[in-house]
């Protein structure tokens, strides 16, 4: 289609950009960030992924996007590595069943972070559970080898997936993100609040980090730390930031 060509050429004209979100644990203190993909395109300014990534995927575009975005997310984490403000930040970057199931995905992986020269304990893949929709033998044993090499995992969207408890004793998870969802109906009714905390125990209990996605306000901060959660994202700390604005605001935090 025309826009699957747009799509080859932004990549070829080098036009995605990674913007960062900051993570940030119980003080509202960053331990790491983020990589979110924009486009930004020459007439219509900058498009966030819901512009772009259906189409893409269905071009069968996204392992060489998600290359793009893995070879630009480990630049960034090198270049943190050179401050003492930054070098222990993570980075969580969003990776698609497409790009996991390329044949030689965890050989380029272990080779870009070593030609890169960062720690891959730093470096958070995060999934969904639509990932385990088709193969999920090979994607667990892919996962494995890939927490065998240090990366780490966090399953993001959690909850909003049917398949999601089958899926917490297989996989070498470090972190589920509760989906924004459920954050905002903790503070809006009785049972969202029973829906969040209970999600936020198992997660606990499973001895898994648990971040509370799309945190708003003050309220619902306070009320996923309540309900155990140890990490948080959202606008209430921050918008997701360019490169240069995140090294501003960690400066700015510390
Ligand atoms: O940043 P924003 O809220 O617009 O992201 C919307 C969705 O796009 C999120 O669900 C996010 O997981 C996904 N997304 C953002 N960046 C990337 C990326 O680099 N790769 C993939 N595969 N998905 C991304
Ligand atoms: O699905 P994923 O968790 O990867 O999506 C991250 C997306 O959520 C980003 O595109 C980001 O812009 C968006 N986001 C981050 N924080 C907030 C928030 O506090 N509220 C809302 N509505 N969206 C958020
Ligand atoms: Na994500
Ligand atoms: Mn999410």
Redesign the pocket.
């Known amino acids: 289609t025309a826009k699957a060509r747009s799509i080859q050429r932004a990549l070829y004209n080098d036009e995605f950009v990674l913007v960062f979100?900051p993570l940030v644990d119980r003080t509202g203190g960053i331990i790491g960030a983020?990589a979110?993909l924009r486009w930004q395109h020459p007439s219509k300014g900058m498009l966030?992924p819901s512009e772009f990534i259906s189409e893409a995927q269905d071009a069968g575009l996204m392992p060489a996007i998600g290359e793009w975005v893995i070879a630009s997310a480990f630049r960034e984490l090198a270049l943190w590595q050179e401050n003492v403000l930054t070098r222990h930040l993570s980075l969580s970057i969003?990776i698609t069943v497409d790009h996991l199931m390329q044949h030689n995905f965890i050989d380029e992986l272990i080779k870009n972070a070593k030609n890169a020269g960062i720690p891959a304990s730093l470096v958070k893949l995060?999934l969904t559970e639509s990932v385990f929709a088709s193969d999920p033998d090979t994607i667990v044993a892919r996962m494995k080898d890939l927490a065998q090499a240090g990366f780490k995992f966090s399953l993001?969207?959690f909850g909003t997936g049917f398949s999601s408890l089958s899926y917490l004793r297989r996989l070498p998870l470090e972190q589920i993100?509760i989906d924004?969802s459920f954050v905002s109906a903790a503070s809006e009714s009785k049972k969202g609040a029973v829906i969040a905390r209970i999600i936020a125990q198992m997660g606990a209990e499973l001895s898994l980090e648990v971040l509370a996605?799309?945190?708003?306000t003050a309220e619902q901060w306070s009320i996923m730390q309540r309900f155990g959660c140890t990490l948080f994202?959202?606008?209430?700390f921050s918008r997701?930031l360019s490169a240069a604005n995140l090294q501003r605001f960690i400066c700015e935090n510390k």
Do not use: A, S, T, V
């Open positions: 979100q983020e979110l966030p969003n995060e993001d969207d993100k924004r996605e799309g945190i708003e994202q959202g606008f209430l997701p």
